[in-house]
């Protein structure tokens, strides 16, 4: 599977190993997202999903192994430089600017690609590209009724919502979701799964959740991990069928 | 939203017309120098109310610049504020650049003491080296003209010339602030991880806002050595930074008036405990009296003197007034002063 030199492989991650002292936390994990899928990984507490990400996304250092983003090594960039070559990264726990209106949260995060930080006697928000920008997420997650409150009196969905916004303010060709999910109601589920599947035709998106149906529902591809390793890769139903998951994983429910 | 920063500015503008006609030499001494801790105050208000980074090592960029000024003024028969101001601001903000470069690389309670132990080893190398003339420190003989061969000799030109420069910090902290720099640094103090994220250089933005931060300080260090005509190790020490950092915290954090507010409160409770008339003998203990008022208006103001305000508001209004109030924070906060 690694041997393919597809054209759309956008972001891959060759023999990613972490390790803490004597416990190794990812172990020799291959994975590869292609634009245009819902790549999904997941697995028990504890199996390295939030590590994995946080290694592809360069937060987290690599004790071994390898990350190309569009055909560029990464493996020694920093965080913010991945981000810049488009890499976006979603937080588990809300990471919004909780002091900042939602979107002014939009705004700073699309002035990202437009800094310029020694323009100091411009005003920023006359920045028209980044203020275009901020927009045009807001609009697309829907969020323009409660644009210009304080993103900390939000509701926990609306949130949620910011923080996927804030991540494609950026416009960034791989999106790395940790548990975008977390915490949802059905009906607020619903909405950003179907989100998800509308932006995918323009994104690659690499998905970290524990909702077994959710996932089922969107995802094209999916990667086990057990324990640092990847024990089953496949589509829903391959792995849904594979045997491996289902003893590790699935047990009784499968 | 806007309606406290104008009410400040008007009052600011007010009492410095005002000094002048009815303060006589000991009012314009007293202003100027408070004025300087104004601009010393608002150095270190960019780096802790606007970028979160809680900076203990002030004191040295100050310190730095005072004693540049003294330093390239004796061989001279008379010193020139073009060339004095700009080589203290400099010598300042290159050391902030080293003192960053490295402190910045740590987080949280380390980067306070890095930032503290920095700053004591330029006090230590000012003090025991020929160059700053050791614990007694040095004298400006002749103070430097500003172009026109106007004096500051007189404390008039001088203390109207200290006026100018705490507008020009004013004017330039208020455009940082509002600018995409400023911005980001707001988004640093309140998630630095988010930015990181989002693609910024966050160790740059700090980078950069701490060595503005340091040549402001260092200005302030120059206009004090100036109008004492004095300068002696203890303008770095430790007690100085404190001093700073208690100002900026007395008058509220996350606002440019705030660190004004301060640094005025401050030399106010200090000319307060320190009159004779009113203390008596008492008088030499007046750093007692000092402590024990700063201590209850921090305790009894969580959010500095300018939460007083809102703070009367809400209880002659009642619990109503809070949201509003609320959203004016958050908003001031994200674009104004």
Excluded at chain 1, 76 to 85: D, G, K, M, V, Y
Excluded at chain 1, 204 to 216: C, G, K, P, R, S
């Amino acid at each position: 599977m690694m041997t393919t030199h597809n054209q759309d492989i956008v972001l891959r991650g060759t023999n990613l190993t972490r390790r803490w002292g004597g416990l190794v936390a990812v172990n020799g994990v291959n994975i590869e997202l292609l634009k245009g899928q819902i790549h999904a990984v997941i697995g028990t507490n504890g199996a390295g999903k939030s590590t994995l990400i946080n290694l592809l996304s360069g937060e987290i250092e690599l004790s071994d192994g390898r990350v190309e983003l569009l055909g560029k090594d990464v493996t020694n960039s920093a965080q913010h430089e991945r981000a810049r070559l488009g890499l976006g990264k979603s937080y588990q726990r809300n990471t919004i600017f909780n002091e900042l209106t939602v979107f002014e949260n939009c705004r700073l995060s699309a002035q990202a690609n437009y800094q310029q930080p020694w323009k100091f006697w411009q005003d920023g928000t006359s920045c028209k590209l980044s203020t275009e920008q901020a927009m045009f997420v807001i609009q697309k997650t829907g969020l323009e009724h409660i644009m210009h409150r304080p993103s900390g009196v939000i509701s926990h969905g609306q949130k949620r919502q910011l923080e996927v916004a804030m991540c494609l303010a950026t416009n960034p060709q791989v999106l790395l979701l940790d548990e975008p999910l977390a915490g949802m109601g059905a009906d607020e589920t619903d909405r950003m799964l179907s989100f998800l599947m509308e932006i995918r035709k323009d994104h690659a998106i690499l998905l970290v959740e524990h909702d077994m149906d959710a996932i089922f529902k969107v995802a094209d591809v999916i990667t086990v991990m057990v324990n640092g390793s990847v024990i089953a890769h496949g589509t829903a139903a391959e792995v849904k069928e594979n045997k491996d998951v289902k003893v590790a994983y699935l047990g009784e429910e499968a | 939203m806007k309606k406290y920063p104008v009410i400040f500015l008007g009052c600011l503008l007010l009492s410095f017309a005002a000094i002048p006609l009815f303060g006589g030499d000991y009012g314009i001494d007293w202003m100027t120098k408070t004025i300087i801790f104004g601009i010393f105050a608002l150095s270190l208000e960019l780096l802790v109310g606007r970028t979160g980074l809680v900076c203990f090592g002030q004191a040295a960029f100050f310190g730095i610049g005072a004693y540049a000024t003294v330093i390239f003024s004796t061989d001279v028969a008379q010193p020139l504020v073009a060339f004095l101001l700009p080589i203290s601001v400099l010598l300042a903000a290159l050391y902030a650049l080293f003192v960053g470069a490295l402190s910045l690389r740590t987080k949280g309670v380390y980067f306070i003491m890095v930032t503290l132990a920095f700053a004591q080893m330029a006090y230590y190398v000012i003090h025991d080296t020929p160059i700053g003339g050791g614990t007694d420190g040095i004298y400006l003989y002749v103070k430097p003209n500003l172009p026109g061969n106007i004096s500051l000799n007189s404390s008039l030109n001088f203390y109207l010339f200290t006026v100018f420069i705490l507008f020009s910090v004013l004017g330039l902290l208020g455009l940082i602030t509002r600018s995409r720099f400023g911005r980001a640094l707001l988004g640093i103090k309140l998630n630095e991880q988010r930015m990181k994220a989002t693609g910024y250089n966050t160790y740059f933005y700090k980078l950069a806002a701490f060595v503005i931060s340091g040549a402001i300080a260092g200005l302030a260090g120059f206009l004090f050595a100036v109008k004492d005509g004095y300068v002696n190790p203890e303008l770095l020490s430790w007690h100085q930074s404190g001093a700073v950092l208690i100002m900026i915290i007395l008058g509220g954090l996350g606002h440019l008036r705030g660190a004004l507010i301060g640094a005025f409160a401050y030399n106010l409770l200090e000319e307060f405990f320190r009159s004779e008339a009113i203390f008596g003998v008492f008088t030499k203990h007046w750093h007692l009296g000092l402590g024990i008022a700063i201590i209850l208006c921090v305790a009894l103001l969580p959010k500095g003197l300018i939460g007083l305000p809102s703070l009367w508001q809400n209880k002659l209004v009642g619990k109503t007034a809070e949201t509003p109030d609320d959203n004016d924070q958050v908003s001031s906060s994200g674009s104004g002063h």
